[in-house]
């Protein structure tokens, strides 16, 4: 609907206002008031400021162009407030939706909006040899969305992971693998499963991190284990190949359980030779600056700070390898039209630095091309800690913690289920439970995650979300012999015409996220399309209908709410259920 108000808009100030129609856009908005109406625009003050009329007088001209139009008059109200035009839908006007979908066997389809475009998303970037915790899972979650949401928009979308197999911190692993091994040589040939290597290697990376912390001659050690590592020298290269393995099994599997995967993977290691050739590049155009044995960037100029690219051991920095990343997302792919980083805000210096280094190098390459969302920090309320870990959470404890908590809800319902129903039904409500815990914050704000609130069936959770999409396939299973084969014109109720107007914002609501890449506006829009359907769900009959035209009308909203909500748990990553 405002798709096509939008269009008469435009058609009416090209034809009558041809002097300044190239200067104004057409705007419409949402009044914060649903008794304003459903759509208003600020149209005739532009004119009139043009002008230098009345916009009063303006909006007067516009209303009674617009209702001289068969099709506005009769699909919506026209009120002027103020040299607003504001616009309600009339029921005619919210039949007219349904029979257009219904034409679409009530199917939500792509958008076109970056046709031809190609977006790489970057997300994840967690470390091997080190664990998977909550702060990898937002950015897994968001990225995942957000890659979901740009396909859905009509890019190529290519998921990238960038992956730390080579630094300090594995220098702390090896040095603490290296101890436990001498007191025990056959350790690792008691380790069968993949969980048991898993926690051995934390518990190496454990004992390394305390040692570098608190011991003098262990941090020195570790700082030469470093070098060897980044020169892969002979006596660390099998054992890294082999610990690193254990690792990307490992992400594998929380990937699986996410229901994610990525298209290339990206190493540090990969990143070690090309970075010193383009620092080096760098350096010789007079972009890096020699200071102390390192390469630096310079970056007070620019309103930034100095930046070290090459240590005065001659080992590239993050810095530096993330300029080698840069080259190689660039090229191997073809064009990008653009980069998206999903990463923490701890990073927001970092990448002003390095994009603009980049846009130094290659301006044509990069310029306006790479993009940093980043994303807070998270605490959470009601989960334990790893003893292992200290402080430090991982990502699948948190769903099974949250799995654990959704199973007893589960066996207090009346309606029992099978084993087999309960673990399914169990996982894919824990997982989603954490994704929309994860999506509903604004990605740039800092959050609570909290174990009661995410596992309520009501209010602002995932398993809200999925009850409500049950809900709704509950009802279709009771008219599941009702043909929608013709919707005729009649009189809507209020929770009818609420619901119908919310389930009317969801291109709205995608093109905006597709511009922003807030996926949190993804979020509360679900909620707020559930909520209109709970209060249709608790006022308005519809199995119970005798009069068949009534009964058609809806089940053609309730097709439509379940599909627009599909589609939104979908562009979440949370996979639905059909019985809870």
Known sequence: MKTSLKESLNNLKNKNYPE??????????????????????????????????????????????????????????????NGFINFSIKDAGFIKQLVELQKKDFQIKKLDLYKNKKYLIEFC????????HIGHLRTAVIGESLSRLLDFSGAKVIRANYQGDV??????????????????????????????????MTDCYVVGANAYKKDAKAKDKINQLNKK???????IKKDWQKKRQWSLDKFDKIYERLNTGFDR???ESEMVKDSLKICEKAYQKGILKKDQGCLI??????????????????????????LALAFKEFQEFGTIDKAIHVVGNEQNNFFKITFLVEKLLDEQLFDDKQFHLSYGMIDVKGIKMSSRLGNIITAESLIDQVKKEISKIISTRKEKLSPKDTETIAEKLAVGAVKYSYLKITPQKNMLFD???????????????????????????????QKIDRIKNLKLSEPERKLLFEINKFYDIIEKVSKTYQISDIADYSYKL????????????????EDKDLRILRIAIIISFKEVLGKCLDLMGIETVEKM
């Open 229 to 235: 590592i980044y020169q892969m020298d002979r006596e």
């Open 125 to 132: 970037d967690q470390n091997p040899f080190k664990s998977f």
């Open 20 to 81: 300044i129609a190239e200067k104004i856009s057409v705007n419409l908005f949402y009044p914060k008031d649903e008794k304003h109406g459903h759509f208003s625009t600020n149209l005739a003050l532009l004119i009139a400021k043009e002008f230098k009329q009345n916009p009063k007088d303006i909006a007067k001209d516009i209303a009674k162009k617009l209702e001289s139009k068969p099709v506005i008059k009769k699909h919506f109200k026209v009120e002027l407030i």
């Open 167 to 200: 630094g300090l911190h594995v220098a702390k692993f090896f040095w603490g693998f290296f101890q436990i091994r001498k007191k025990q040589p056959d350790i690792e040939e008691k380790l069968k499963s993949l969980d048991e290597k898993i926690n051995f």
């Open 265 to 267: 993977l990206f190493f």
């Open 451 to 481: 174990l009661k609130e995410s596992v309520k069936m009501e209010g602002q959770s995932g398993p809200y979300l999925m009850y409500s999409y049950v809900r709704a396939i509950n009802i279709l299973k009771k008219v599941s012999d």
């Open 297 to 322: 960037f310079k970056g007070e100029k620019y309103g930034l700070n100095t930046r070290v690219f090459v240590n005065s051991l001659g080992i590239p920095t993050y810095e530096a390898k993330e």
């Open 530 to 545: 559930a909520t209109k359907f709970s209060n249709f769900y608790d006022k308005i009959p519809v199995s119970r209908v």
